[in-house]
């Protein structure tokens, strides 16, 4: 990956906060709000914009009356995150 490559999922800081917390699992919606301290509305529209790109998937379930949206990376976004971190890697260690 290059520079002029990077993805529009890690454009975004809530987006690539969230990538990278779900790199250590799966995580619910409201995990997700607590850790990056984002709007549950926020949330849920970037939620949405990972998901279009196929980055996540969603698994919604009802716990009693309370609905309850999990979150996983897909294979694609977990490959495309370490991809960009390997790139990052790169520059900070001054290769070209």
Same mark, same amino acid.
């Given at each position: %990956? $290059?520079?002029? +490559?990077?993805?529009?999922?890690?454009?975004? !800081?809530?987006? *690539?906060?969230?990538?990278?917390?779900?790199? #250590?699992?799966?995580?619910?919606?409201?995990?997700?709000?607590?850790?990056?301290?984002?709007?549950?509305?926020?949330?849920?529209?970037? %939620? $949405?914009?990972? +998901?279009?790109?196929?980055?996540?998937?969603? !698994?919604?379930? *009802?716990?009693?009356?309370?609905?309850?949206? #999990?979150?996983?990376?897909?294979?694609?976004?977990?490959?495309?995150?370490?991809?960009?971190?390997?790139?990052?890697?790169?520059?900070?260690?001054?290769?070209?």
């Amino acid at each position: %990956m $290059e520079l002029h +490559e990077i993805p529009a999922a890690f454009q975004s !800081r809530l987006r *690539l906060a969230v990538v990278a917390a779900l790199m #250590t699992g799966p995580k619910d919606f409201t995990t997700l709000t607590k850790m990056t301290e984002a709007t549950p509305g926020n949330l849920g529209k970037q %939620m $949405e914009f990972l +998901e279009q790109d196929g980055f996540v998937t969603c !698994r919604r379930e *009802l716990l009693g009356r309370r609905p309850r949206s #999990t979150y996983r990376l897909t294979e694609t976004g977990r490959e495309t995150f370490l991809a960009y971190v390997r790139m990052l890697e790169k520059i900070a260690g001054g290769e070209t």
